[in-house]
């Protein structure tokens, strides 16, 4: 059985106890596995024969598979025209848009919901941009357990309310922000026995982590030199960093890619953080961002995924909502990628970091987008040019066309 840990002063606690900070010091919990039951559960060869998706890396999960819906396997793209546009040699786009609710939380979700079944609990919930929320509603409904989803009004795109709403969670708007809704929801998780699904649940964070193992393994069992993915609440960049470290213990890779974490200028607490070397993220206040995904003041991973970055040499880096627009069309138009704001930061980002000499050309990067291009139709009308209205009139669509 695989402990959960305290993740700084390493008192150790059952993997059937429920609990979300140390009891001790109260800082961040992680799940960790023993050299031995990884030698004991990993056979390698046959590892490299199963087909891809989250669950065929179970031998770095914490729990069986009870709740799934063909979650992960989504596509690697090499990207040479983006790659010549950001400037680097060799670029590869992890779009994990592809996933059942069109963002990488499905990967969380089927892993933590799974565990909410082996605990044997009927109630599932979270705070969330959005993403998080479709993600539990879909994997809610699947086990047929109860969902709660705690959103800030007015702030979480279109699609992503439309799926929460679908897949029948209870659907809860705050009147503040999301930093807000997330403390609300850990008292409500605390009171209501509801099992708590945001990032700071370690066992959510273990399905996470096969975004590197796919990665990896999609380039034919390379490690890549660097990833690079935006942060909001860097449940993330905490999870693809652990997944890895892990990987390099059980002798599968060298050393782990160097992270990189990207935010937007509106909402760049972690960036502030890294830039200054400290180890603890000095909260924001007021985040704004066309990028709703992550439009996060207090993000909670802030000293597990600090150290990520610091581990492995790495950065962080924030762009403007115009550079994030940018990037987002280059990727729609030059390799038919569509996301939405938030996953195209890593993309603007590394463009930055590449112009300002911190990333070399000769890097073998992976850029991860998060979320689907559809999860936010507003933001596509409010940037682009709205389709032309005409006469239905041959002459009148020549004219346009020509
Ligand atoms: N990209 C997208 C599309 C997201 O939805 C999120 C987070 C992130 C990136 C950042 O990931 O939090 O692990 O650093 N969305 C959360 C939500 C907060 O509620 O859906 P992170």
Redesign the pocket.
């Known amino acids: 059985m695989p402990k959960v840990q305290c993740f700084e002063c390493g008192e150790e606690y059952s993997s059937d106890e429920i609990i979300y900070r140390c009891d001790k010091c109260n800082s961040l919990l992680e799940v960790t596995y023993s050299d031995e039951e990884i030698r004991e559960k990993l056979d390698f060869d046959l590892l490299k024969t199963k087909e891809l998706g989250v669950w065929k890396y179970r031998p770095f999960l914490p729990c069986d598979k009870r709740v799934s819906i063909s979650e992960g396997a989504t596509p690697l793209y090499e990207a040479p025209k983006l790659a010549e546009w950001v400037g680097i040699d060799e670029l590869y786009i992890k779009h994990e848009g592809d996933n059942p609710t069109g963002?990488f939380?499905d990967r969380g979700m089927t892993v933590g919901v799974s565990k909410a079944m082996e605990l044997g609990l009927d109630k599932v919930g979270c705070a969330?941009?959005?993403?998080?929320?479709a993600a539990l509603s879909i994997f809610g409904a699947k086990a047929g357990i109860g969902s709660v989803v705690l959103l800030p009004a007015g702030k979480v795109a279109m699609g992503k309310v439309a799926q929460a709403l679908m897949h029948g969670a209870k659907v809860i708007a705050i009147k503040d922000n999301?930093d807000r809704a997330l403390e609300l929801v850990q008292e409500a998780a605390n009171k209501l026995d509801i099992y708590l699904l945001n990032?700071i649940n370690p066992f959510r964070l273990e399905g996470q982590k096969t975004i590197g193992f796919e990665a990896v393994e999609q380039l034919g069992w390379e490690t890549p030199d660097r990833f690079v993915l935006?942060?909001?609440?860097?449940?993330?960049?905490t999870a693809i960093y652990k997944g890895m470290a892990e990987w390099e213990r059980a002798g599968i890779i060298e050393k782990p890619p160097t992270m990189t974490g990207i935010q937007s200028e509106g909402s760049k607490p972690f960036v502030e953080a890294v830039k200054n070397n400290k180890d603890k993220i000095t909260p924001e206040k007021d985040p704004e961002t066309i990028a709703t995904?992550?439009r996060?003041g207090n993000?909670i991973n802030g000293p597990k995924a600090l150290e990520a970055v610091y581990q492995t040499n790495g950065s962080a880096e924030s762009v403007s909502d115009e550079e994030i627009i940018e990037a987002q069309k280059k990727l729609a138009r030059l390799e038919g990628i569509g996301v939405?704001p938030?996953?195209a930061s890593s993309v603007a980002g590394l463009k930055k970091l590449i112009e300002q000499g911190r990333v070399d050309s000769d890097e073998k990067v992976v850029c991860v987008t998060?979320?689907h291009l559809l999860k936010d139709p507003q933001e596509i009308i409010d940037i682009l040019e709205p389709p032309i209205e005409v006469k239905p009139n041959f002459e009148k669509i020549k004219e346009i066309i020509d």
Do not use: D, M, R, Y
């Open positions: 963002s939380k969330s941009t959005g993403n998080t929320s999301f990032s935006p942060v909001g609440n860097a449940g993330n960049v995904a992550i996060i993000p939405e938030a996953s998060t979320g």
